[in-house]
C-alpha cells in the first residue's frame, strides 16, 4: 500500500479527488444519454431514460455490494501482511460477480414487460423504457465488472488509473451517443447501446493493469469460502445502499409525481434527478476513496490515524455539500435549459424553482454518506446498514408520505431536505454510540 511513505493529509486528498472524479464521471453517463434523447428524440424520450434509471443504479449497486466489502477485507489483509488470502478473495469476488451478472441478465429479459411497469411506464413511456433496457441488458455484466474494478484498482494503489480509466470510457460513450442518435438515428436503443459499449472498453482497461507485473493484487487459484463471501455481503450493504439511494428516490418520487403532477412533473424531476445522483455519488466518491486506507490503518491497529481520516471526509464532504448547493441556486437556469426546449417556457421556470428547493438537500448528506462509509470501512455494518437503508428508503419514503399530505403535489419537492434531516438525526445517535464505544475501549 503504497500510501505510508506520505504525510496522511496528502494522502487523503491523494486517494480522495480520484475517486470523486470518477464518480462524477460515472454519474454523467446516464445524464449524457439524457441530454442526447431530449434534443435528438424528444423530451418524452428523455422521462423513459428516468424512469429506466433505477435499473442502472441496481448494476452498479450489485457490483459496489461485492466490490466495496471486498475492498475492505483486501486491505485488511494487506494491512495484516496477509497476501496469499487477500488476492484469493479477490479472485473469489470476481467469480462471484461473472455469475451474479448472468443472472440478472437472464432474470431481466424473461420479465420485462413486468420490470418496466414496475419502474413506472406508462402508456406514452413504455415502448421507449423498453427499448432503452434492452439496449443496456447485454452489457449488464461489463457496468458490474467495470464499477467493481474502478474500486479494487484504488485498493490496489492505484487511484489515478482509475480516474483515466472512467474518462475515457465517457469521452467514448459521448462520441458513440452522437453517432448513435444524430448520425444513425438509433433514438433511446443507441444511447442505451453507446453507454454499455463504453463499460465494455472499461473491463479492458482495468483487466490490462491487473494482469500486469505492477499490481499488487493478483488472480490466484481458490476455494469456494462462502464465509468470507458473507464477509463481504454484510461489510458492502450500507455501500450497496448508498449507491441505490439514487434509484430508489427516483423510483420513489417518479410513482408520487406520477400521481400527484403528471408527466411534466416526471421531466422536471428527471433534471433534479441527475444532478442529485452526481452529488450522492460524489460523496460516495469520497467516502469510498477513503476507505482503503481506513481499512488499512484499522487493520493495523492505529485508531489515531483512522480517526483523522474521517475528521477528512467529514470536512471534504460537507465543503462539497455547500459547494453543490451554491452552483445549484446560481445554475438552475442554465442546467434546465440543457434540456427543455425554449418552447416550453413554463416547464422551464417551474423545473428550475423546484430544483433551487430540492438542493437545500445538498448541504446535509454529506454528514450521513460520510458516515455510512466510515462505519463500512472499520467494520459496523449495523449502523452502517442503518444509515443507508435510512436515507436510501424509510425516511425518504416517510417524509414524500408526510409532505404530500401537507403540501400536496408541491411538497414533493420538499420531502428530499425533510429526509436528510431525519437520517442526520439518526447518524448523530450512531455517532454519539460509536464515541462513546470508543471511550470505553
Known sequence: MNFEQMPLKKAFWRFIWPSVIAQWIFALYTMVDGMFVARGVSETALSAVNIASPFVNFLFSVSILFAVGTSTIVAICLGKGEKQTADQVYTQSMAVLIAVSLAIMLAVLL????????LGATAETAEYVRHYILSVLPFAWCFIIA???????????Y???A???VTTGALLNCIL???FVFVFHWGISGAGAATGLSQCVLVFIYLSHFLSRKATIRFRKFKWDFGQIFRSVKIGMSSCLTEFSAGITVFLFNHTILKYLGNDGIISYTIIAYVNTIVVMSLAGIAQGAQPMVSFYYGKGEKKKYMTLLKYGIAASVGLGVAAFAASIAGADLLVSLFISRELTGLREYSAEVFRIFSFSFLIMGINIQMGGFFTAVERPRPALSISLGRGVVTIAIALRFCTMIWGGEGIWVSQVVSEILCCIMTAFFIYRYRKQMGKG
Open 147 to 157: 464499477y467493481s474494478f474502478e474500486i479494487l484498482v484504488k485498493t490496489d494503489g
Open 163 to 165: 480516474t483515466v480509466a
Open 177 to 179: 451517443d452522437y453517432l
Open 111 to 118: 420479465k420485462l414487460d413486468g420490470l418496466a411497469v414496475f
Open 159 to 161: 487511484p489515478k488509473l
